[in-house]
């Protein structure tokens, strides 16, 4: 029997509007009532999952930065793994196409070097927004992730010449197929999920997962079952395909496939 659900959120939890349906929050609440934990994982920042969390009403784990920081129910810092300040300087430095934007994760601030009021949107109900840095000369001690923004197939090339240069010494992830994501090594959901799970007791086998991007892989091949989006990315798809699949986000997907799953628990 299941007895914790973990959720990504853009493109799982949250519909293409970037909110939570009121047919999600009920059903998340109605489980919560009944004892079931809910947790949330996402690459996004924690300062701006927190009004996300805030909106859905439920007290719970925040998973952000893909696993670099874990917050408590009570909003304590419970884990934080940055990248080493030597690797996260020379990411930032990395030569790249000048339309790839740079992003960096810095403590409790989202940096760029340039105004990008496009990337705003997903934004927009948390208020959550960038400062603009000189990140060249800017501390590098609390870089929690290092993010690249543009075309997909440039991306591609910075993905495979990172893992060429550092291999295990970071994780290189999409998170979208237009945003390539850089952690420290061996940070990722999946690990954070473990981690949470272990403070109470409970065995990865206990979780159902729900996610969308590359970011969400080893989240999904380490629960006791691993659930992809409908409009999940093609690359997740090839890469867990006897994994099932729900409907997509715009669709609630996630509620869909719990109120199905726990009606079948409780008979």
Same mark, same amino acid.
């Given at each position: 029997?299941?007895?914790?659900?973990?959720?990504?959120?853009d493109g799982t939890l949250l519909n293409g509007q970037h909110q939570i349906s009121s047919r999600t929050r009920d059903t998340l609440h109605r489980l919560v009532d009944?004892?079931?934990?809910?947790?949330?994982?996402?690459?996004?920042?924690?300062?701006?999952?927190?009004?996300?969390r805030d909106a859905l009403g439920l007290d719970i784990y925040l998973i952000t930065s893909n696993g670099a920081v874990v917050h408590d129910k009570q909003?304590?810092?419970?884990?934080?793994?940055a990248l080493?300040?030597?690797?996260?300087?020379?990411?930032?430095?990395?030569?790249?196409?000048?339309s790839i934007h740079i992003n960096v994760y810095y403590g409790d601030e989202w940096l760029v070097e340039e105004e990008l009021p496009w990337l705003l949107q997903f934004h927009h109900d948390s208020g959550?927004?960038?400062?603009?840095?000189?990140?060249?000369?800017?501390?590098?001690?609390r870089v929690n992730k290092v993010f690249y923004i543009g075309d997909h197939?440039? #991306?591609?090339?910075? @993905?495979?010449? &990172?893992?060429?240069?550092?291999?295990?010494?970071?994780?290189?992830?999409?998170? %979208?197929?237009?945003?390539?994501?850089?952690?420290?090594?061996?940070?990722?959901?999946?690990?954070a999920v473990r981690a949470v799970l272990e403070q109470h007791g409970l065995e990865m086998s206990q979780a159902v997962?729900?996610?969308?991007?590359?970011?969400?892989?080893?989240?999904?091949?380490?629960v006791g079952r691993g659930v992809v989006m409908g409009?999940?990315?093609?690359?997740?798809?090839?890469? #867990?395909?006897?994994? @099932?699949?729900? &409907?997509?986000?715009?669709?609630?997907?996630?509620?869909?496939?719990?109120?199905? %799953?726990?009606?079948?628990?409780?008979?």
């Amino acid at each position: 029997m299941f007895k914790v659900v973990v959720s990504d959120l853009d493109g799982t939890l949250l519909n293409g509007q970037h909110q939570i349906s009121s047919r999600t929050r009920d059903t998340l609440h109605r489980l919560v009532d009944q004892g079931v934990k809910f947790v949330v994982a996402t690459g996004r920042h924690h300062v701006d999952v927190r009004s996300i969390r805030d909106a859905l009403g439920l007290d719970i784990y925040l998973i952000t930065s893909n696993g670099a920081v874990v917050h408590d129910k009570q909003d304590q810092l419970v884990y934080n793994q940055a990248l080493p300040a030597t690797v996260a300087a020379e990411l930032i430095a990395l030569e790249r196409d000048p339309s790839i934007h740079i992003n960096v994760y810095y403590g409790d601030e989202w940096l760029v070097e340039e105004e990008l009021p496009w990337l705003l949107q997903f934004h927009h109900d948390s208020g959550f927004s960038y400062r603009l840095a000189d990140l060249a000369n800017h501390p590098k001690d609390r870089v929690n992730k290092v993010f690249y923004i543009g075309d997909h197939d440039k #991306l591609l090339k910075i @993905e495979a010449h &990172l893992n060429q240069q550092y291999g295990d010494r970071i994780n290189v992830t999409f998170s %979208l197929p237009d945003c390539l994501e850089v952690m420290h090594a061996g940070v990722h959901k999946g690990n954070a999920v473990r981690a949470v799970l272990e403070q109470h007791g409970l065995e990865m086998s206990q979780a159902v997962a729900f996610g969308d991007g590359m970011n969400d892989f080893e989240m999904l091949s380490m629960v006791g079952r691993g659930v992809v989006m409908g409009n999940a990315h093609d690359r997740l798809k090839q890469a #867990l395909p006897e994994h @099932e699949q729900t &409907l997509t986000s715009d669709e609630d997907g996630v509620a869909v496939y719990l109120e199905k %799953l726990f009606a079948s628990q409780t008979r």
